[in-house]
């Protein structure tokens, strides 16, 4: 398996929105350095949860988000970086950068602090993931029973 050696760290609820397959583009005001692309990241899920944002999911896709099923400080999924647009015909883009995620797999939530923009997995972590793919969790793994889910979404 291939050496997870990064994670980007992902507000919620965009972070378990893109570790169950729903969000695949992440928006950015910055593009990767190229030798990221094709490399599998860590998807971690901040500390913050944007309420604006969830208020933004509800109306531009009819997902409603409750905060308090979204775990926070923790790496819950890892991704493969396909690729890195300044375009796309997608409701999730915003721009200016999407970075666009593929090979997206689901874990029980790992605890650990993030840090802003991209950053380096300690070697302690990166081991706790490598175990953690071994488990892959379904996309609606942990969504609270009062959440429905209808034609593939959260509601």
Known sequence: MEQIAFALTIDQPFASL???GIKKVENRNWSPDESLIG???????????????????KNDHGIICH????PRGA???????????THLDDPWFRGPYG?????????EPLACSGRRHLWPLADELSQRLRQALD??????????????IRNGKLI
């Open 18 to 20: 893109m570790a169950m």
């Open 39 to 57: 490399r599998r990241i860590a998807i971690h899920a901040g500390r913050t949860y944007d309420y604006l944002g969830s208020y933004m999911v």
């Open 67 to 70: 905060a308090a099923q979204f």
């Open 75 to 85: 790496v819950v999924a890892t991704a493969t970086l396909k690729e890195v647009v």
């Open 99 to 107: 970075w666009i995620f593929d090979e997206i797999v689901m874990i």
């Open 135 to 148: 488990f892959p969790l379904q996309p609606w793994h942990g969504v609270r029973q009062e959440s429905q």
